[in-house]
């Protein structure tokens, strides 16, 4: 069975830093993409970041690009979502998600189609 856990959000104050975890089971994490999403109050599921199954590619979404860093930790299941410099617009609930498919788009972020199965989000609030 495919699981996926967020944990790792919390309040953080303008220009400061989070660092999310998505722990996996039930598949071996090399064998899928992963994407984070979010979601604010009152606005629609956002792509965020993803990092492919096949070589690690890495996209972002052009409002966390050169803030946000994804990685991941084959050995130990989980992918990470590094988030510096952060603002108070990256407010929301963070969603990890697998076995997506993710590549770039002209704008320099990237499209992303379905992704079948979702963590439970954690909750980051930015704000002094």
């Known amino acids: 069975q495919v699981q996926l856990v967020e944990s790792g959000g919390g309040l953080a104050q303008p220009g400061g830093s989070l660092r999310l975890s998505c722990t996996v089971s039930g598949f071996t994490l090399d064998s899928y993409t992963i994407g984070w999403f979010r979601q604010a109050p009152g606005k629609e599921r956002e792509g965020v970041s993803c990092i492919s199954a096949s070589n690690s590619r890495t996209f972002y979404s052009n409002s966390v690009k050169g803030r946000f860093t994804i990685s991941r930790d084959d050995a130990k299941n989980v992918v990470y979502l590094q988030m510096d410099s952060l603002r108070p617009e990256d407010t929301g609930v963070y969603f990890c998600?697998?076995?997506?498919?993710?590549?770039?788009?002209?704008?320099?972020?990237?499209?992303?189609?379905?992704?079948?199965?979702w963590g439970q989000g954690t909750q980051v609030t930015v704000s002094s």
């Open positions: 998600a697998a076995n997506g498919h993710c590549q770039p788009a002209p704008s320099g972020s990237y499209y992303y189609t379905e992704f079948p199965s």
